[in-house]
T-cell receptor, first 114, second 110 residues
């Protein structure tokens, strides 16, 4: 398995544009997490899914952010409209179901909104 | 609510010196604690977890439920230990909500 795959690796967009980040979790993993990493706040959990169902989206900053997981092998994080303060590295991670299991991270998407 | 606090943003030590990264947590249930590490230009990866009681790359961490702490220690730091370290807690109603602390950057000087 190639691990968790995120695309694109880098994204530069203008303020106001829609941005879609994509994630392919490891096959067989039941949980998927989206995180945002910044210098000021570290790793913030935005949302996580169990068996494709959103369980906790309390970390999603505002209505401009939305996430979907239409099937077990794909998830998207969308920002519409984007703002400069959304600039960060966005990570996707997946893990097998159950407490205490390791989460495997993707390479991240570095988003720059100008 | 579950929360993880890492009070130090940066730790700078000399090679061969001991290093300790502090982690405190708040959680009402029985948590699972982890340390993750991110080396330069690499993915975030698991370093160790408290249930394994293992030593990885010379690092150990003990869960202290009385002090709600899970500090990471290494007696003799190496230059290759320079990285970003995150303490994490797994819990929540679904059992696997994974929350991270703010991270500590470790710089080991020669």
């Amino acid at each position: 398995d190639a691990g968790v795959i995120q695309s694109p690796r880098h994204e530069v967009t203008e303020m106001g544009q829609e941005v879609t980040l994509r994630c392919k979790p490891i096959s067989g993993h039941n949980s998927l997490f989206w995180y945002r990493q910044t210098m000021m706040r570290g790793l913030e959990l935005l949302i996580y899914f169990n068996n494709n169902v959103p369980i906790d989206d309390s970390g999603m900053p505002e209505d401009r952010f939305s996430a979907k997981m239409p099937n077990a092998s794909f998830s998207t994080l969308k920002i519409q409209p984007s703002e400069p303060r959304d600039s960060a590295v966005y990570f996707c991670a997946s893990s097998p179901r159950g407490r205490g299991t390791e989460a495997f991270f993707g390479q991240g998407t570095r988003l720059t909104v100008v | 609510a579950q929360r993880v606090t890492q009070p130090e943003k940066l730790l700078s030590v000399f090679k061969g010196a001991p290093v300790e990264l502090k982690c405190n947590y708040s959680y009402s249930g029985s948590p699972e604690l982890f340390w993750y590490v991110q080396y330069s230009r690499q993915r975030l990866q698991l370093l160790l977890r408290h249930i394994s009681r293992e030593s990885i790359k010379g690092f150990t961490a003990d869960l202290n439920k009385g002090e709600t702490s899970f500090h990471l220690k290494k007696p003799f730091a190496q230059e290759e230990d320079s990285a970003m370290y995150y303490c994490a807690l797994s819990g929540g109603a679904a059992g696997n909500k994974l929350t991270f602390g703010g991270g500590t950057r470790v710089l080991v000087k020669p």
